[in-house]
């Protein structure tokens, strides 16, 4: 009997090529421009509202606070949620059979996934999409079916809104068969900026509706929209019956580093999520749970979700002054902290010297790899975000995160001009 090698690693893990966040980590180590400016990572470059941080620092001191909390979440915690939506959601939720929590946003998704996603099963994802999306569907033995969002046709020429990245619903249907179970929707979205509108969720609730397709919405910027902005799951009963409803605290509250999601939906779904999220990881942290409850308890009280948007939209604003100061165009996004801006009008210099990982992909990498090496600013490239055959529709864009401190946003401001002399 021929037996394969002990240390060949699983299929699932295997062969995967170098990832975005490798490549541009390592551009922003070599870079003679230093220190780096990150604009590429969506990480907040500021603390947690105070009242969040004393809450964590408090349940430090307290003895349960510091033991295992229960698989679905600290019950205090799940309440708070559960309050902070129900006027939302224009229905009173169960906080024990309509919420869990999960160690994060993405391992909510993924505990989705392993509970509904059988071998072989298709998933539909609207590309661009979160490049953690893909793996977790493979992982539950998945396979995903893309949807491309549409971009603006003058997006490479002039200012455009997010709401003009377009779904053709016709593209849509064909993606499905007997084997779909389930679609991911992402509003507002990353790393477009799109907030959905309310006829086409609509549109896409129908769909799923007529041929019974399980909803993940990932909701994790809802905090921080611009235009009105609908949740898919409050649009009827039959709709909300496959709607599964993910948040994030650590998007909320500025804590990206403190892993606690949430999803919400209907007992005949959360309690398969929660089964799954028990085999993954068992429980959350237990003293930023309790955290993050007073965060969603106090946060209207202090009109901390007002002030978050408020602000948000103040930096996208003021960022995105460089690009209209250059004439390069954008897509102003309607939600969320990360703008796309089209740089067709830069022209690489001959000859400059890419490593083979870089000169090998779509030329928003080297587009990125140049403005780390060259600015100091490092911006993700979006072809990350499609599949290969349609990465063209994003080979002139970078996106930049803008939840920054407003120096540092000068400051990458201030480099960006930089470009001018690239400029044709």
């Known amino acids: 009997m021929v037996r394969r090698d002990p240390f060949q690693p699983a299929k699932r893990v295997a062969g995967q090529k170098q ?16 220190p780096i400016i990150n604009m590429g990572q969506g990480f907040f470059g500021y603390n947690p509202p105070q009242y969040v941080i004393d809450a964590a620092k408090e349940a430090l001191d307290r003895v349960e606070c510091n033991q295992y909390s229960p698989t679905k979440g600290r019950p205090r915690l799940k309440k708070a949620i559960a309050d902070a939506y129900s006027p939302l959601f224009g229905k009173e939720l169960n906080p024990d059979t309509e919420v869990t929590i999960t160690t994060g946003a993405n391992e909510g998704m993924l505990s989705a996934f392993m509970a509904f996603v059988e071998p072989g099963d298709e998933v539909i994802l609207f590309e661009p999409f979160f490049d953690q999306y893909i793996p977790n569907i493979e992982m539950a033995g998945g396979k995903v079916v893309y949807a491309p969002l549409r971009p603006p046709k ?12 377009t779904i053709d619903f016709s593209e849509l249907e064909r993606c499905i068969n007997d084997k779909t179970r389930m679609i991911v929707l992402n509003s507002p979205h990353n790393p477009v900026g799109k907030v959905f509108s309310k006829n086409e969720l609509e549109a896409i609730g129908a769909v799923c509706v007529k041929h019974n397709i399980i909803i993940l919405s990932d909701e994790v910027y809802d905090s921080l929209y611009y235009v009105p902005f609908t949740r898919i799951a409050t649009l009827s009963p039959e709709i909300a019956k496959l709607t599964l409803t993910v948040g994030s605290a650590g998007k909320n509250f500025y804590a990206t580093g403190w892993r606690v999601g949430y999803l919400i939906g209907p007992e005949h779904l959360i309690t398969y999520v929660s089964t799954a999220h028990m085999r993954i990881c068992y429980s959350s942290v237990s003293p930023l749970q309790e955290a993050a409850a007073v965060g969603f308890e106090r946060a209207d009280e202090l009109g901390f979700w007002e002030q978050s948007k408020r602000e948000m939209k103040y930096k996208v604003t003021s960022f995105c002054e460089v690009f209209d100061e250059l004439g390069l165009p954008y897509s102003e996004p309607e939600g969320g902290y990360f703008v796309l801006a089209n740089l067709g009008k830069v022209k690489l210099p001959e000859g400059y010297d890419f490593p083979p990982h870089v000169a090998e992909r779509p030329r928003d990498f080297k587009l990125s790899w140049f403005c780390i090496m060259e600015l100091g600013v490092a911006a993700i490239p979006p072809t990350e975000f499609y599949t290969d055959k349609n990465a063209y529709l994003a080979e002139d864009w970078l996106r930049f995160a803008v939840c920054k401190n407003d120096d540092v946003l000068e400051g990458a401001k201030e480099r960006l001009r930089g470009l001018k002399r690239y400029m044709v």
């Open 19 to 34: 990832d975005v966040w490798s490549i541009v980590n390592e551009a922003a180590t070599a870079s003679p421009v230093q």
């Open 154 to 165: 003058e997006g490479a020429k002039r200012k455009t809104s997010a709401s003009e990245w």
